[in-house]
């Protein structure tokens, strides 16, 4: 049974950072495909950066440059770097394990960005 557990998420004031990390278990997880993914109240859930099993990366053009996603295949664990955060920011962040028609989702994490 696939398990995707989220965390690290939080209050944060503008300009600020978080780091959230995704273990997963149940899977081959070097093999996946790992997004993270938000959704703002009333709004559709959005891709906001992802990353292959051979490391390849692509970002949502609002977060390129101020967030990085990473894995640690021996920890089945995924990260992203949130730096520079903004309010518009603010969302539930998931996180996703793809590989072919197979999808994933853990529950999310809370991240609000607020002075």
């Not at 990390?21 to 992802?50: D, H, N, T």
């Not at 640690?72 to 072919?100: H, I, W």
Request: charged share 15%; with cysteine.
């Amino acid at each position: 049974q696939v398990q995707l557990v989220e965390s690290g998420g939080g209050l944060v004031q503008p300009g600020g950072s978080l780091r959230l990390s995704c273990a997963a278990s149940g899977i081959i997880f070097s093999i996946y495909v790992m997004g993270w993914y938000r959704q703002a109240p009333g709004k559709q859930r959005e891709l906001v950066a992802a990353i292959t099993s051979g490391g390849s990366t692509n970002y949502a053009d609002s977060v390129k440059g101020r967030f990085t996603i990473s894995r640690d295949n021996a920890k089945n664990t995924v990260f992203l770097q949130m730096n520079s955060l903004k309010p518009e920011d603010t969302a539930v962040y998931l996180c996703k394990a793809r590989r072919g028609i197979h999808n994933s989702w853990g529950q999310g994490t809370q991240v609000t960005v607020s002075s």
